[in-house]
């Protein structure tokens, strides 16, 4: 045997070693598998990629927007409500100050009227004093003269001098009475 001719058995045998027209046949399929995906199925599967980015992105730049509205409207929320507790502490403090007005009103009208009642009470009770005064000394004077007529068994009629007598006494009673108050304060 020939030793070439085993050696081409053993190339035809080797399975690691395919034949060259297997290779050339192979590659030819193989680029134009290759050709056919790169024309039709590439382009559709970059177009859906795209698509994908885009919708990613575009979610991204949706969500990015929704988040700064809604950072504006936090923000413009808390500003209106900084801006409404100080309204309601102006107004409460404002309504205090009223208040405290208010009060200082009632107080001194409260005050006046006390002291016009005090005034009016003053005065009616001087007024009762002096009609009292006149009516007891009215009084005592027609007592004292029956007590005097009884006593003397004439009749003091002459009423002048019975009204000066009877002055004179109590107005000698009254000094007296306020000389002693005067000494017990």
């Known amino acids: 045997m020939n030793p070439m001719v085993n050696l081409a058995a053993e190339e035809q045998m080797n399975p690691l ?25 590439l382009p559709s599967i970059e177009k859906v990629l795209e698509e994908r980015r885009d919708a990613i992105e575009g979610g991204m730049k949706r969500a ?18 900084a801006e409404a507790r100080h309204e309601a502490a102006r107004i409460t403090e404002h309504a205090r100050e009223q208040g405290a007005v208010l009060i200082a009103d009632m107080r001194e009208e409260g005050q006046r009227q006390r002291e016009a009642i005090v005034a009016a009470g003053h005065a009616q009770i001087d007024a009762d004093k002096k009609q009292a005064t006149a009516a007891l000394r009215q009084d005592v004077g027609s007592l004292a003269s029956q007590l ?38």
């Open 64 to 81: 990015e927007t929704a988040q700064a509205e809604a950072q504006a409207l936090l923000e413009q929320y808390r500003a209106e409500l």
């Open 17 to 41: 070693l395919p034949a060259w027209p297997e290779i050339v046949i192979g590659l030819l399929c193989f680029f134009i598998v290759f050709g056919l995906l790169g024309k039709k199925l």
């Open 148 to 185: 005097a007529s009884r006593i003397v068994g004439e009749s003091l009629e002459d009423h002048a001098r019975q009204s000066g007598v009877i002055d004179r006494f109590l107005d000698e009673l009254e000094s007296k009475a306020a000389a002693a108050q005067g000494a017990s304060k």
